[in-house]
């Protein structure tokens, strides 16, 4: 059988879900130069930080184009160790422990209130991760107490006396992270820790109805998460997933490997409805995909930083991912790209300045432009038929029908706009060698108009281009066209196109 030509259908009738935008958020983990050397640096010998606050002014203006919503903190592995107390009050009272998770050492000189006026700077919401390792519920409800409460009680005055009269209000708390992890200090049996977060998340919201709970999940299609979700979904609004993909080096590894997140997204949906029937329930419960990226730890090992250095590959790889949570937009609701600074991060820093990875831009892109409501798009298009990570990708494709297929070079997602006046439609060509012309058709009650198409891309010739201290070889070129009806992609390339439309 051979395979289609690519060819790109656009309804604007047919919706999936509005896109959440809080997809496009971060993380803010203690893990090696994240937070000290990346967005906090006090003592920065080049001027660089901000006297009052010590957060590095360029890397804060540079995370502001990224339009960032939410900020996971403060892990991560990291929490499973972590005493929140440490981090609170007079910085030379603060005491420097031993830290479990990356074996170093937290100095606590960045804790609760400076993740919290970071935020405010970056006009985010926090988003606050519980230690359910270490941890206890007492530690939880004084954490919440200290953020949450306006009442006259102990950690609420404790967060006056540390000059922050008024409350925080944080909304997003999870549950512990990566709980059923070999490499998490309090690793769980799901039955246990499901029975456990159900006493959290109760005595939690006794004490602040308001909060919104994330559930500890795993990879979404394991049965981990069955059980916790069984147990928990009438007491959390989320369901928290973590994926990383990997290259191995090959290209058509790295960039099909979102895939698995697709399948992922499709599988827990269908656990959560699962959970709800068997509850009878009528609520919501969506996804928090609050750790995802390219992170391969064969090269950038956690416990050495995990600073990547990412080339034209991984970007694709990047925006492929994107394409799946806006694809997916009924279901997933926050996504965290793990981590904002220097770990697997968009962006490098040093002392003296900083530079924007590859994966700054099509994430740039997404989180500027792809807004609005997710269309269903038909894709024709050949797909990939070789080795994918996770093996299983490559065994569920042999037998799925065209529509079916993840694994496709051409991979779009497209979006309509608030107004109803624009599409915008995102591209991958996944392809290392290929280019494509692409037809590109409209529903019947959709009329493009003005002649002309505006063109974002991100390209380059050789898909090992990365950018560093020497240039920035990976960026973004923009460009207006005349519309002709199809758009020719080239290989290994990403474009996010807008057309300005009539709908009837």
């Not at 409800?141 to 006259?152: G, H, K």
């Not at 694709?316 to 937009?329: I, P």
């Not at 298009?381 to 494709?397: A, F, M, Q, Y």
Request: net charge negative; glycine share 8%.
């Amino acid at each position: 059988m051979t395979s289609p030509s690519p060819i790109i259908h656009i309804d604007p009738a047919r919706s999936i879900s509005r896109v959440d935008p809080r997809i496009y958020s971060g993380f803010t983990e203690h893990m090696g130069r994240c937070i000290y050397g990346g967005i906090f640096e006090p003592e920065n010998p080049n001027s660089l930080a901000d006297p009052n606050t010590g957060f590095r002014k360029d890397v804060l203006s540079v995370l502001k184009e990224l339009n960032v919503p939410i900020f996971r903190y403060p892990g991560g592995n990291f929490v499973s160790s972590y005493r929140w107390q440490d981090g609170i009050g007079p910085k030379h009272l603060r005491p420097r422990r031993p830290e479990l998770a990356w074996l170093t050492e937290e100095s606590n000189q960045f804790g609760t209130d400076e993740f919290m006026q970071f935020c405010k700077e970056m006009n985010a919401e926090p988003y606050i991760c519980l230690n359910m390792g270490t941890g206890t519920l007492e530690d939880a409800l004084a954490w919440l107490e200290y953020c949450n409460s306006s009442a006259n009680t102990y950690y609420a005055n404790l967060r006056r006396e540390n000059g922050h009269p008024e409350p925080y209000k944080v909304k997003y708390w999870s549950l512990g992270n990566e709980v059923w992890g070999p490499w998490q200090v309090g690793q769980m049996e799901s039955q246990d820790y499901a029975k456990k977060a159900f006493q959290w998340a109760k005595a939690l919201k006794l004490l602040d109805p308001s909060i919104q709970l994330i559930s500890c999940g795993e990879t979404g299609y394991s049965d981990w998460d069955r059980v916790t979700l069984k147990k928990l979904v009438p007491v959390v609004d989320y369901h928290s997933i973590h994926i990383y993909t990997v290259s191995e080096g090959n290209h058509a590894v790295n960039v099909m490997g979102p895939a698995a997140a697709e399948k992922a997204l499709e599988i827990s949906k269908s656990l959560i409805d699962l959970a709800k029937i068997e509850s009878g329930l009528d609520k919501q419960v969506t996804i928090c995909f609050d750790e995802w990226n390219v992170w391969d730890p064969v090269r950038a090992p956690g416990e050495k930083g995990a600073e990547e250095h990412y080339d034209l590959s991984d970007a694709l790889a990047v925006a492929s991912w994107l394409n799946v949570f806006v694809r997916k937009a009924d279901i997933v609701k926050i996504a965290c790209i793990a981590q904002s600074v220097n770990v697997i991060s968009p962006i490098i820093t040093s002392p003296k300045g900083l530079f924007k990875q590859t994966t700054f831009y099509p994430l740039k892109l997404f989180a500027t432009l792809m807004q609005g409501t997710s269309l269903n798009v038909h894709v024709g298009s050949p797909s990939h038929t070789g080795k994918t990570v996770p093996d299983w990708v490559e065994k569920l494709e042999k037998n799925a029908g065209g529509d079916e297929k993840l694994t496709k070079y051409i991979d779009v997602s497209a979006v309509l706009n608030d107004s109803k006046d624009e599409v915008r439609l995102a591209i991958v060509n996944r392809h290392a060698t290929e280019g494509y012309t692409i037809p590109i058709r409209f529903g019947p009650a959709c009329d493009v108009s003005g002649g002309t198409v505006q063109v974002y891309e991100v390209w380059s010739a050789d898909l090992k281009d990365n950018n560093g201290w020497d240039g920035e070889r990976v960026q973004i070129v923009e460009k207006q066209l005349p519309w002709s009806g199809e758009y020719s992609v080239k290989q290994h390339s990403f474009q996010l196109l807008v057309f300005k439309v009539e709908l009837q």
